[in-house]
Each structure stands twice: as C-alpha cells, then as structure tokens.
C-alpha cells in the first residue's frame, strides 16, 4: 500500500509547488495560474512511473499475455490487421506497431500509460484552475488506479478528454473521425457521435434536466428498462453480458453514487457562480452528469461503471471550478481544505476496505526476480 501513498502525497506536493511558482495570467476577464512547467512535469513523470513499470493490478497480465500471443510482430501483419475487419483493430494495430520495434510487453505498458496519463494530466494542465486539487482528485477518485485495470478503454478515453474542446469549437470534421478512430481501440466510444450533438448545450437547461429525467427513469424502472438496454448492449462490447444485465445485487455501492453526486449538486446550486467562468462550462456539467448517471445504473449490475472510465474525469474539473468559483476566499480555502479530507477518507476506504489492495502494487522489476 506504500507505494499508493508515497504516488498520492509526492504527485501531489509537486504540483503545489508548481502552483507556488506559477505566473499570473489575465484571460477572458479573470486572473489565472500558470503552473510552473517543471515540477509539473515531475509530477506526471511519477504517475507514469509508477503506471508504467507495473506489472500486476487489474487485468494488466492479461494485456501483457496478449501483447505476447495475440498482437501481431510485423508492420505489415499489423496494417494487414488493421483493414481485416477484426474487434479493437485499431489497437491492435498500436500493439502491432511498437511489438514490430520492441518486443517486451513492458513498453507496451509503459508507453500505453505514458500516452494515457499525459493526455490526462495536460488537459487539467490547461482546463483546471487548480492542478494540484486535480491530481489529488484523479488519484483520490479511483480514476488513476482504473487506467491500470480498463487499459484499452482508457486509452480511447484519454484521447476524447484531450479533444473536447473540439465540441465547443464546432470542429466536427476533427473531432468524428477522432471518436471513430477510438472506437477501432474501444468500440463503445462511438457515443461520443451522439454525445457531440448534445454536451454543448446550455449547463442546467433543458438539455440537462432531460439527461437526469431519462437516467433516473432508466433506474426507477430497471425490471423494464433492463432488458432493453441489455439489447442494446448486446450489440456492443458488452455483450457477454447481455443475460446477467437484469440482474441485480452486483453492482456499485451507494458510496460511490454520493462521491460522484457531489459535484453536480454543487454545480447547481452554485450555477449563477459557476456560469460564464468558463469557456467549456456547459460541456463539463453535461459530462459530469452522465458520469452520474452511469454510477447510478452501475448499482443495478456493475458493468455500466464502464463508462465511467469515459467521464469521470469531467467530473474532476468541475469539483476544481466550483471549490474555485463559488466561495469568497477564506471560504474557498476552508472548502479546499474539506476537500482534500473527504477525498483522502475516501481513497482509503476504497484502497483498503473496498477493494482490500494493501501491498498489491507489484513493478517488472521484481517480476524478473531483482528486488526492490
């Protein structure tokens, strides 16, 4: 369990620092921090570090079993992968392409979570007004931990996170063909074609009260709507599960439901604060609100918490926005400081209780008989 703990305080001590060294900017009306590039960059390289040179956690063994039996060893066997038509060939194709350069299933890992956890950590860089309570959050959350377990879904998400401002920007032309190349790594990234259309809509406005209205529907009436959304399901990368998604008592716990509430309580009742403040406003709460819902099906049966892979890292800027928006100062550190409390609370009932990992961080180093 150390090895969590030391991640959590060094990533997160390292962008304060940052934000202790930043420049001030004034932008579109209001003063913001520029954190210091550098011991920014400490902090991310550690994430990835320790993303990195895992060799456990999760369904990392599997990947690592693929990359050595399944992933094609050639450039040409990978394009010739590429265009056969085959489920997720466009990581394939990935695994096909670094396998061609170096066959060592640990650069598959290492490169994946470099890839994954920069695109992350650059879009809070940019999006976040407060870097450092970011990183904490994405750690504290469970979000940092799942890019571990969800490795190929993760990926395809990270990508859509770094690209979503495309959304505001109407760049429709970019921002497609990008979903579809995600789907070729994850194919349920494809509703990211429908969310488009629909995320960029006024924060709190029809559009929102429709998304909670059809959610809470949807979880009222799970012995009805479960077996329609087990149909639809069906026809995608869930589909195994398509006979157990009526189910019942195998899904997340209401703890879970609460921590992922609490934004978008906040943002609400904080909406005249929070509005105008930012230019992709309406896109975070809309995000964050499905990432709400998602959890809330996921108490039904589990595998809806998928998609929280997709959008819980919305859901981080939009706590960031409203510890930093919607209180005067002293009650903006006061809010800061609980923050950091629950969330700490919160990480280890997950880590110890929860999922009961204790000591369950394992590197290829030792995997390869060195100890350390």
Known sequence: MTVWWITLASSYLLCLVAGMNAKTVYSNGYYTKKYNKFFSFMSVAILVLVAGLRSGIGDTPTYIQGYKTDAPSTIAGSIKLLFSGKKDAGFYFYQGILKSIVNNPNVFIFVTSLITIVLIFITYYKYSQLLELSVFLFITTGCYLVTMNGIRQYLASAILFFCFPLIHERKWYIYIPVVLICSTIHKSALVFIIL???????????????????????????????????????????????????????????????????PIVLSYLGRDFLKGRERYYNIIVNFSVINLIFILLATKFWIYARFNMYFSVYMIILITWCVRYMFDERNTKLMYLMCLGLYFIYYYYEMHISLGFGAGYHHFIQAVGIGL
């Open 196 to 262: 488009y259309f629909i995320v960029d809509q006024p924060a709190w406005g029809h559009t929102t009260k429709w998304i909670l209205f059809i959610g809470i529907a949807l979880f009222v009436t799970y012995p009805v709507s479960g077996p329609m959304m087990a149909k639809l399901l069906g026809e995608t990368q869930y589909g195994e599960y398509k006979n157990v998604l009526v189910s019942t008592g195998a899904g997340a716990n209401m703890i879970r439901v609460m921590v992922m509430a609490v």
